[in-house]
């Protein structure tokens, strides 16, 4: 795991770019129609969705970093110190519920952002709706951002992450 200051920050990079892109194609698909119907839901994807969902990662994935490197990390490492000791408990353990503590204050921050940047910036929604607007947000993408982050991003970017820290080592 990162322990340099520069490791970090190769370790946010990859964690935020994931994440957002992990969301973005989830909800992409959904406003481009595809749903949990039976026959014609997201197992009906087609590639443009992946192709539309990198046209807004760049940014949302700063987004990520930002508000990750602020507070979300510090809350999600709190959150393990509270339930949590890494000296005599299993550290993979603690590395979930670090997760979960991080993903619990993540996605209601970024559903917020989303749904300011969206629906009232971008789209035309009266700034009145904003609450109904962000719950709906967060309960659209809390489980999505649970299960992406938990067995994918997470996963994928320690694998990365580790093959970056090999590569730097030889040379």
Not at 29 to 50: E, Q
Not at 56 to 62: D, F, K, Q, R, S
Not at 100 to 107: E, K, L, Q, R, V
């Amino acid at each position: 795991m990162p322990t340099t200051k520069s490791e970090k920050l190769i370790f946010g990079l990859l964690m935020s770019y994931t994440m957002a892109y992990g969301m973005e194609v989830y909800n992409t698909a959904i406003n481009m129609g595809y749903s949990f119907a039976t026959g014609a839901g997201f197992s009906s994807m087609t590639n443009a969705v992946f192709l539309a969902a990198l046209k807004e990662t760049p940014y949302m994935g700063l987004f990520v970093l930002l508000t990750s490197t602020l507070f979300g990390n510090r809350i999600g490492a709190r959150f393990m110190e509270k339930h949590c000791n890494p000296q005599t408990d299993n550290p993979y353990f603690c590395t979930l519920l670090r997760q979960a503590g991080t993903i619990a204050i993540m996605c209601p921050t970024m559903s917020l952002i989303a749904s300011v940047l969206f629906n009232l910036v971008l789209g035309d929604a009266p700034i009145s709706q904003l609450p109904a607007i962000w719950i709906g947000t967060v309960l659209k993408n809390f489980p999505m951002a649970f299960f992406w982050n938990m067995f994918a991003a997470a996963p994928l970017t320690r694998f990365l992450f580790h093959k970056i820290q090999a590569l730097s080592k030889s040379c």
